[in-house]
């Protein structure tokens, strides 16, 4: 799973939230379980949803050098959640054998690109902020099926 961690800056100043997948499974990266052991998939998306009344106009950055995964923009086009936004990245060239690793025996597939991207917002001076409650969602396409796997609710560190 790639790991979606918050840290509250200073109040009244500025607020960062990451996205990291820098890791390598099992601490972090991003996997999917129980797909086929052939062909790659056709398509790979993560979503971080974010509350919607704090979070909706972020700007991701990326950090590191590793392009395989598209900067996180707001995604109307994924499945809703109430009074959340969804921020997706896509993972490009997903058919390409490089880009996984398996583990056939879990059917489980490991993306190899290490996607890590920060938001900083802008916090009034008067204003204290609690970490957010968060959701995930993992997205692959094989022939045309999806797989997802959603995570959530998740309270950011």
């Not at 809703?80 to 025996?105: E, F, L």
């Not at 993992?138 to 998740?154: A, F, I």
Request: net charge positive.
């Amino acid at each position: 799973m790639s790991s979606s961690t918050g840290a509250i800056g200073t109040p009244g100043r500025t607020q960062t939230i990451t996205i990291n997948g820098s890791a390598v499974y099992p601490t972090a990266g991003i996997w999917m379980e129980n797909v086929p052991t052939t062909p790659n998939p056709t398509a790979a998306r993560y979503t971080l949803y974010l509350p919607s009344a704090s979070y909706s106009s972020l700007t991701w950055t990326r950090i590191g050098n590793d392009q395989t995964w598209t900067v996180p923009t707001a995604d109307s086009g994924v499945t809703a959640i109430s009074g959340y936004t969804a921020y997706t990245t896509t993972y490009s060239s997903p058919t390409t054998a490089s880009r996984w690793d398996r583990d056939t025996s879990l059917r489980r597939i490991y993306a190899t690109g290490r996607p890590h991207f920060q938001a900083v917002r802008s916090i009034a001076s008067n204003v204290t902020v609690p970490a957010p409650t968060v959701y995930s969602l993992r997205r692959v396409t094989y022939n045309s099926l999806p797989y997802t796997l959603q995570r959530g609710p998740s309270t950011l560190a």
